[in-house]
């Protein structure tokens, strides 16, 4: 099951990385974030009533945060769509190659299955990918949200997962960061008349 | 008894965190009338309660209740936070009455809730006995002082605040990972929080395996550079601190960036049985060699005066870096004078921008010139600062640097001490030259603001002071019974 659930994460990242629409994106990075609580909700059974919680919270994140940026995208459409200077072809091989490339690096994690590990270094590498390479300003929230299911993955796959106290207390600091970062978007938006983070370019050197 | 001792402790340790949050929550919803007063008063309050922990820390070696540990390491840290912390709050009614614009409809109130949730994780990090916990404080600085940089509400503003909130968030789930792996190392059972406590880490290292324990502290130190602002992945660094009002460049400057290096360098002390020695010393000097070497270009070059003072910054957190990656006794005693007169310095030169940016409002985007013909007091503020942060003798700055140096020749690192001696030299050169272009440049603009002159001769008097205190205490330091402690807490 949790096999399962993580490479459908991982297919729901890569989508990220091509699709077009800021809309289609949300909806990915909720499947993928939903996909990645039931997992946690499945291999609850036999571990702490705190696992339990921290899995419970992990599907309450994936509808919460996924409402947050669609309300956010409904609320500042965009007159053009942004594209990205990179073609989409281009950027998933550019992310294969650095999923690839990590797992080669990176030894196994003390009492991870392999195959889960593997998911999760490739989530951070997408998340990675999609932050780096997208423009809008959406998207790149939903490139740290990729890499953010990449690490709960990770954390709820060592037997008897993460403290709670670190697992509730990170989505909490999740659930604050990505609420400023809405409120930075809607400014820019404001200001610049779009959420494109290339037409942030004052600060230079 | 053990209950009794844990809970003076737990009191004792949280005191400070909790005042602050009791800011955050009083002072926003006080009457407008009553905003800057009750502001001061925390200020206040809260700085002294933290002075008195971090003294505390100091003088009682090591002690740990729950998640608050204090000892002389984090006391070094904890002292920083609480003193300038206070002093930005206090001078914080000086810029919100010159901001006009701001990023929210009712300013004033959502400035000091950022600044107090901000101070109250700033010292909650030294306090921290648990690398999940410290973690958490760390991630939740972001959120308040994302905010705060942009709180001018301007393009630039928005864009430094951007950058700083994504790019600090994405190094900090670098960090996290590190931590995941870690603990699956600590704990194949999951055996709980506790096993990410300093003293659990330290007592597990040895029997860590080797592999694992590279990644977790490469992946921890990496992200975590990410929020000090070591280059190369300091983008954000001068963009936040040139566009963040004065008083929040001079906490994040002078006691975020050294708290966050605070917990990189626990790590490294923890776990460095495991990983070998080498290694981690190895990642902390190419961090501190490679923010020198992008840092003193930019010196050189003329620039507004915070953006320059961010510069400083980065080449300030290379030299700290390369005092931990020396490992060595001498070495410490440099990074605890350094941290200590940076932040003095630094908060100086940044809230002397203050009046600067009255006295001559095109210096907020173009260098100052000629600040000590238009206004002696900000010009001798500014002067202090910035001959201090270039490490003229007998700057404190100039004896930590030189312990630094010392401590990396005791370890036999003579090539990278010969390259850092170099480029503290050319950052000496070009900060000097700048500080004199913007004292004795010809002026652009003559209008003064008569109170905020008498302020900053206050400030300067009080940094002055603190500078020379920290010039004494060079000659005690090496060999003290402090330095001992600290020693023995951060090998």
Known sequence: MIQFCAWLGVAFGLGTVVVRRRSVAILLIGGQSAAIGVAALALAPGRSQEFFIAAGVLVVKAVVLTGLLMAAVLRTRESARIRSDVDPLLRLALTLSAILIAN???????????DIQRASVALICIGASVFILRRATILQ???VLVAENGLALAAVSIAGGMPAVVELGALFDLTLVISVAIAFHNRIYAVLGSGDS????ELRD | M???????????GALSPLLALAGAAVIPLAPPSLTHRLNRLFAVVVATAALGTAVAGAAGGQSQAGWIQLDPFGSVFLLVNGLIGGVSA?????YLAHEQRGLFASGSRWYYLGLYLFWAALLAIPLAANLGVAWLLIETTTGASALLVAYSGKRRALEAGWKYLLLTTFGLTVALLGIVFLYAAVAPRGDGLSTLDWSALRAAAPALPHETTVVALVLIIGGLAAKIGWAPVHHWLPDAHSEAPAPVSAMLSGALLPSVMLIAWRVQAAISPASGAGTSRTLFVAFGLTSLAVAVPFLWRPMAIKRLLAYSSLEHVGILALGIGFDQPLAFAGVILHVWGHALAKSLGFYATMPIFRLQPTAVRRPAAGIARLSP???TALGVSILSLSGLPPSPLFFSELFILLGGMTAHQYAVVAAAAVMLALGFIGLAHQLLEALLGRPRRDVLDGAARSRIRALSLAAGAG???????AYYLPGSNFLQAFTRAAS
Not at chain 2, 467 to 473: I, M, T
């Open chain 1, 104 to 114: 080669l690096l990176i030894p196994a994690m003390p009492g991870v299955a392999p």
């Open chain 1, 141 to 143: 929230l939903v490139g």
């Open chain 1, 198 to 201: 290339a037409l942030l370019t």
């Open chain 2, 2 to 12: 053990l209950y009794s001792q844990n809970s003076v402790i737990d009191l004792v």
């Open chain 2, 90 to 94: 206090f001078v914080s009614p000086v």
């Open chain 2, 377 to 379: 007091d900000t010009g």
């Open chain 2, 467 to 473: 500078l020379v205190a920290l010039s004494l205490l």
